[in-house]
């Protein structure tokens, strides 16, 4: 594959002119050297400096260059780059260096005409290949580093899940896991060592999923089969309560169905989730977008940590709990949507959020005391927005029959920030 260089006006050294590219990031794959274009062979040939993972060093063997594995923690590797500037340098990667791997830390660090990438197919685009899949009808999930629930928003039928595993571990635990959710069924193939001369490719069904030599690099291909009774995460908003851990102190699904909307999420946005209880709401607001985030701001330690829980099991989102409002506010980002299930009527606890809100931002707070009544009206008349009052009827045994039990209704305002 040709290399790729990027010119960019915008983006600069910070020494009048863009440099000429001075880092290499090379794509390795399981075949090493003999997989590398010409264009790859001749920057290593050229590097002054190599890094890269021990597996990759292995791979690529000898080089005219100083070979530096990375440091640990991993998080020091990118100084050690830097310092290099100027210099012949080259890192090597893991195939596609921008199919979750290193490119974009590099590329927010470095300048675009400073860096050349020579990048090979992706193990995802390997993994389609070797399954006949079409990649654009795949779910592509990593859970190299990342918690396992990651997967379990795309456990959804007839899904095809493509998967990078953390280590050998990870086929096994995906299988018990899809099995304890009733998709025994489903087919899971390991693909290993993907593109080597070691390469192997085996398939099982998740309940009787029995391989016990597995190499670390492997990749996860999940064809899901979801029987009758089993436990799919729904797509839409207002989740029955029976999916959260909680003390009773939740908001009830179809309440919640209503919150989300009024929030109006959008993808990349962070919802502050003040009174959090289970966390239901932040939760649901990080389901409707991957990059979506919320900090949940509960004073209690059995709702932290249930929270914590929900947040997990629910898809492994982008939720942090942090201590009770309003003195939780100092020093947490500005968000960009607030939800104040509980507290409205504390001191300070409204205008804390508000100030943080974001302009253009919006506010729901949702009421079912007198109190809580007094306070949203008299912010409606400061502030303006919108007022609605939710009222739900449940069906309940009543002796031999049955009859409508009301639920306490809540009160809902919505405003937006100037």
Same mark, same amino acid.
């Given at each position: 594959m040709s290399p790729v260089t990027l010119e960019n006006p915008n983006l600069s050294s910070g020494a009048g002119e863009a440099q000429a590219p001075w880092l290499s990031l090379i794509g390795l794959g399981e075949d090493g050297p003999s997989g590398l274009c010409e264009q790859a062979k001749a920057a290593l040939a050229e590097a002054e400096i190599?890094?890269?993972?021990?597996?990759?060093?292995?791979?690529?063997?000898?080089?005219?260059?100083?070979?530096?594995?990375?440091?640990?923690?991993?998080?020091?590797?990118?100084?050690?780059?830097?310092?290099?500037?100027?210099r012949k340098v080259c890192v090597l990667a893991t195939s596609d260096p921008f199919h979750y791997g290193i490119g974009n830390s590099l590329s927010r660090a470095i300048p675009a005409a400073e860096m050349r990438i020579i990048p090979q197919s992706s193990s995802f685009s390997m993994a389609c290949t070797r399954m006949r899949w079409p990649q654009?009808?795949?779910?592509?999930?990593?859970?190299?580093? $990342?918690?396992?629930y990651r997967i379990v928003p795309h456990l959804q039928?007839?899904?095809?899940?493509?998967?990078?595993?953390?280590?050998?571990?990870?086929?096994?635990?995906?299988?018990?896991?899809?099995?304890? $959710?009733?998709?025994?069924?489903?087919?899971?193939?390991v693909l290993e060592s993907l593109g080597g001369p070691q390469e192997r490719i085996r398939e099982t069904r998740a309940d009787a999923f029995a391989f016990d030599d597995i190499v670390p690099l492997n990749m996860i291909a999940v064809a899901v089969d979801a029987g009758r009774d089993a436990r799919v995460l729904p797509l839409a908003?207002?989740?029955?309560?029976?999916?959260?851990?909680?003390?009773?102190?939740?908001?009830?699904?179809?309440?919640?169905?209503?919150?989300?909307?009024?929030?109006?999420? $959008?993808?990349?946005?962070?919802?502050w989730d003040v009174g959090a209880g289970s966390g239901s709401v932040g939760i649901e607001w990080?389901?409707?977008h991957p990059r979506n985030a919320a900090i949940a701001f509960e004073s209690k330690a059995e709702r932290i940590e249930r929270i914590t829980r929900n947040s997990l099991e629910l898809g492994g989102l982008s939720v942090k709990v942090t201590g009770a409002a309003p003195e939780g506010f100092a020093g947490q980002?500005?968000?960009?949507?607030?939800?104040i299930g509980g507290g409205l009527?504390?001191?300070?606890?409204?205008?804390?959020?508000?100030?943080?809100?974001?302009?253009?931002?919006?506010?729901?707070?949702?009421?079912v005391t007198l109190e809580g009544e007094a306070k949203l009206a008299a912010l409606h008349a400061l502030h303006g927005g919108s007022l609605r009052r939710i009222a739900i009827d449940r069906l309940v045994p009543v002796g031999g029959k049955h009859g409508w039990r009301p639920a306490m209704p809540v009160t809902q305002w919505r405003v937006e920030k100037p």
């Amino acid at each position: 594959m040709s290399p790729v260089t990027l010119e960019n006006p915008n983006l600069s050294s910070g020494a009048g002119e863009a440099q000429a590219p001075w880092l290499s990031l090379i794509g390795l794959g399981e075949d090493g050297p003999s997989g590398l274009c010409e264009q790859a062979k001749a920057a290593l040939a050229e590097a002054e400096i190599v890094f890269g993972g021990e597996r990759h060093i292995a791979l690529v063997g000898s080089v005219p260059g100083e070979l530096r594995p990375w440091p640990q923690p991993f998080r020091n590797a990118l100084p050690q780059i830097l310092a290099e500037r100027g210099r012949k340098v080259c890192v090597l990667a893991t195939s596609d260096p921008f199919h979750y791997g290193i490119g974009n830390s590099l590329s927010r660090a470095i300048p675009a005409a400073e860096m050349r990438i020579i990048p090979q197919s992706s193990s995802f685009s390997m993994a389609c290949t070797r399954m006949r899949w079409p990649q654009e009808e795949c779910a592509l999930v990593s859970l190299h580093g $990342r918690t396992l629930y990651r997967i379990v928003p795309h456990l959804q039928p007839q899904a095809r899940i493509l998967a990078l595993s953390w280590d050998e571990t990870t086929p096994r635990a995906v299988a018990e896991l899809m099995t304890a $959710r009733g998709m025994g069924a489903s087919r899971i193939t390991v693909l290993e060592s993907l593109g080597g001369p070691q390469e192997r490719i085996r398939e099982t069904r998740a309940d009787a999923f029995a391989f016990d030599d597995i190499v670390p690099l492997n990749m996860i291909a999940v064809a899901v089969d979801a029987g009758r009774d089993a436990r799919v995460l729904p797509l839409a908003p207002g989740l029955d309560e029976e999916w959260f851990a909680h003390d009773g102190q939740i908001t009830k699904s179809e309440v919640r169905a209503i919150t989300i909307s009024a929030l109006a999420p $959008r993808a990349g946005e962070l919802l502050w989730d003040v009174g959090a209880g289970s966390g239901s709401v932040g939760i649901e607001w990080c389901q409707r977008h991957p990059r979506n985030a919320a900090i949940a701001f509960e004073s209690k330690a059995e709702r932290i940590e249930r929270i914590t829980r929900n947040s997990l099991e629910l898809g492994g989102l982008s939720v942090k709990v942090t201590g009770a409002a309003p003195e939780g506010f100092a020093g947490q980002p500005s968000p960009d949507a607030v939800f104040i299930g509980g507290g409205l009527t504390v001191e300070g606890l409204f205008e804390g959020a508000w100030a943080a809100l974001k302009p253009g931002g919006r506010l729901v707070a949702n009421v079912v005391t007198l109190e809580g009544e007094a306070k949203l009206a008299a912010l409606h008349a400061l502030h303006g927005g919108s007022l609605r009052r939710i009222a739900i009827d449940r069906l309940v045994p009543v002796g031999g029959k049955h009859g409508w039990r009301p639920a306490m209704p809540v009160t809902q305002w919505r405003v937006e920030k100037p």
